[in-house]
C-alpha cells in the first residue's frame, strides 16, 4: 500500500528557510504527477508546486522565486525548498502524487486536488514575524 510521509516542517522566523520532504513508500513504479500543497486554518487547500506529467514544474504564483521542488530521480521522493519564508506561509503543507494511469494523452495535473490520489498526513509549517 502506497504511503507518502512527509518531514521537515517546524517553527521559523520571517525571511528564514525550511526543507520539507516527501517520501512515497509501497509503490514501485513512478507517480505520474507529484504536488505540494498547503492548508491554513480556516482556508482552502492550496496548490503550491507541481512536477506534472510532462516533467514540467508549475508553482503558485505567491511562491514564485522563493519556493523549489525537485524530485529524486525515480520519483519517490520530493522535496520543496522554501526560502524567504512569511508568516502567510503558515500551513500545514501536504505531499501528493497521481498514481492512477491519466485520462487521455496529454494530460496535465497542474494544482487541482482532483487530480492526485495519495496524499500524505501533512507537516506543520509556522512562519513568525
Known amino acids: 500500500q502506497v504511503q507518502l510521509v512527509e518531514s521537515g516542517g517546524g517553527s521559523v522566523q520571517a525571511g528564514g528557510s525550511l526543507r520539507l520532504s516527501c517520501a512515497v513508500t509501497g509503490y514501485s513504479a513512478a507517480p505520474y504527477c507529484m504536488a505540494w500543497f498547503r492548508q491554513a486554518p480556516g482556508q482552502e487547500r492550496e496548490g503550491v508546486a507541481v512536477i506534472d506529467t510532462d516533467a514540467t514544474i508549475t508553482y503558485a504564483d505567491s511562491m514564485k522565486g522563493r519556493f523549489t521542488i525537485s524530485p529524486d530521480n525515480a520519483w519517490h521522493s520530493l522535496d520543496l525548498q522554501m526560502n524567504s519564508l512569511k508568516p502567510e506561509d503558515t500551513s500545514i503543507y501536504y505531499c501528493?502524487?497521481?498514481?492512477?494511469?491519466?485520462?487521455?494523452?496529454?494530460?496535465?495535473?497542474?494544482?487541482?486536488?482532483?487530480?492526485?490520489?495519495?496524499w500524505g498526513q501533512g507537516t506543520q509549517v509556522t512562519v513568525s514575524s
Open positions: 501528493a502524487v497521481r498514481l492512477q494511469i491519466p485520462p487521455y494523452y496529454g494530460f496535465r495535473c497542474g494544482l487541482f486536488e482532483s487530480s492526485f490520489d495519495s
